[in-house]
């Protein structure tokens, strides 16, 4: 069963605009969430984090917003690059296993930014 | 510029064949997790390791799925015997402990069962 959810396999925006990137989990225990960011034949790398106990976190171009009550997160990057294309992957910490970190993932959201 | 390597990184093998992983974590990192990315499943986690000792694997087929960190350098994953159903992108991620949600992924190993 998906705790990690991103519903929209694909996505494309015009170089320029905002790209939108959506998120929902189902388990209220996750303390931690993140977004990497995947090229084909590269492993993923770590983009932006978010703690539960915030709402926002802003890094440049890329914020990522916190709704706890909708147990919902999204990615915005603005604005949106062709270098930007890759596939998003949201994760969520379980604080277990005395603190070894356990990531859940979502099933990616590919973006295309369309020059 | 530390990374996880991970060997190999193409593998084409027939079915019943035993295939091994392998994956170097970065130098001082003593967490060692390993995916599969699949379509429909997305990364999901296979196994994971906190100071070279299994503390979860629990999402690993036990029948046939075998993973170990023989020493701090080198983290394995094999699959015997190897299906066609096996066939996805292995990846192998390390971190340290303390350090929320960090993971440092490899660049993966594309398993193709025949």
């Known amino acids: 069963d998906q705790q990690v959810k991103q519903n929209s396999p694909s996505l494309s925006v015009q170089e320029g605009r905002i790209s939108i990137l959506n998120c929902d989990y189902t388990n209220s225990m996750f303390d931690y969430f993140l977004w990497y960011k995947k090229y084909p034949a590269e492993g993923p790398t770590f983009l932006i984090s978010i703690s539960s106990i915030k709402d926002k976190n802003e890094d440049g171009r890329f914020t990522v917003f916190l709704n706890k009550s909708a147990k919902h997160l999204s990615l915005h990057i603005v604005p949106s690059q062709p270098g930007d294309s890759a596939v998003y992957f949201c994760?969520?910490?379980?604080?277990?296993?005395?603190?070894?970190?356990?990531?859940?993932f979502g099933t990616g959201t590919r973006l295309t930014v369309i020059p | 510029d530390a990374r996880v390597t991970q060997t190999p990184r193409d593998k084409v093998t027939e079915m019943g064949q035993e295939v091994t992983m392998r994956c170097q974590p970065i130098l001082g990192h003593n967490t060692v997790f390993w995916y599969r990315q699949t379509m429909m499943q997305g990364l999901e986690l296979l196994a994971y390791?906190?100071?070279?000792?299994?503390?979860?694997d629990s999402g690993m087929p036990k029948d046939r799925f075998s993973a170990e960190m023989p020493d701090a350098t080198l983290a394995t994953l094999k699959i015997q015997p190897s299906e066609p159903r096996d066939s996805a992108v292995y990846f192998c991620a390390s971190g340290r402990t303390g350090v929320v949600g960090e993971q440092f992924f490899g660049p993966g190993t594309r398993l193709t069962v025949l």
């Open positions: 390791f906190r100071n070279r000792a299994p503390l979860d």
């Open positions: 994760a969520a910490n379980h604080p277990k296993g005395g603190g070894a970190n356990n990531l859940f």
